[in-house]
């Protein structure tokens, strides 16, 4: 920006050796410029799923969180084979697939513990547990307390 002032003010300017002034700020701006274009997007971390690979699963688990959405499915939207996309995943993510999805539903279920008084096992279910005691002991690992002391200590 300081180049294109200082352009400005010397086209602006009438003085008799500004001619060559204003050719060694104009090719100065050239070279600025040419940096700006000429960088390229960091590549890719060898191992690892393009960000549009990462927000198109991780989207599509969100969208479906309360289903069993199957590994091929999410293999197929972002077009890679099992094995590759399961270590893309866990590289990218730091979390294999299975475990995302866990986690996904419990930061819902937080989310559904702080601002509706529903019972636990209306919980569990919505946001996608086979039941409350699956639930709980999720929840338990991921938290290290109990869906219920959770909920109490932030009333």
Same mark, same amino acid.
């Given at each position: +920006?300081?180049?294109?002032?200082? =352009? %400005? !003010?010397?086209? @602006?300017?009438?003085?008799? #050796?500004?001619?060559? #002034? ?16 000429? $960088? ?8 690892? +799923? ?13 969208? &479906? *969180? ?7 499915? +999410? ?8 094995? &590759? =996309?399961?270590? %893309? ?8 697939? $299975?475990?995302? *999805?866990? &986690? @996904?539903?419990? !930061? ?9 008084? &529903?019972?636990?096992?209306?919980? !569990? ?13 999720? =929840?338990? *690992? ?6 219920? @002391?959770?909920?109490? @200590?932030?009333?």
């Amino acid at each position: +920006m300081r180049l294109v002032q200082l =352009f %400005a !003010a010397e086209c @602006a300017n009438d003085e008799r #050796y500004s001619i060559r #002034y204003g050719d060694t700020l104009s090719v100065a701006l050239l070279v600025a410029l040419s940096r700006l274009s000429s $960088r390229k997007a960091p590549p890719i971390a060898r191992g690892r +799923m393009a960000p549009w690979q990462i927000r198109r699963v991780t989207g599509h688990l969100t969208t &479906h *969180l309360t289903e069993n959405v199957g590994l091929q499915t +999410m293999c197929d939207l972002v077009q890679l084979s099992r094995s &590759h =996309f399961i270590r %893309a995943f866990k590289r990218s993510t730091g979390l294999s697939p $299975r475990q995302w *999805l866990l &986690h @996904a539903r419990i !930061a819902k279920a937080k989310e559904l513990l702080l601002t509706s008084d &529903h019972a636990l096992v209306a919980i !569990a279910t919505d946001v996608g547990f086979a039941d409350q005691a699956h639930f709980g002991r999720t =929840f338990r *690992l991921v938290t290290g307390e109990t869906p219920g @002391a959770w909920r109490r @200590a932030r009333q």
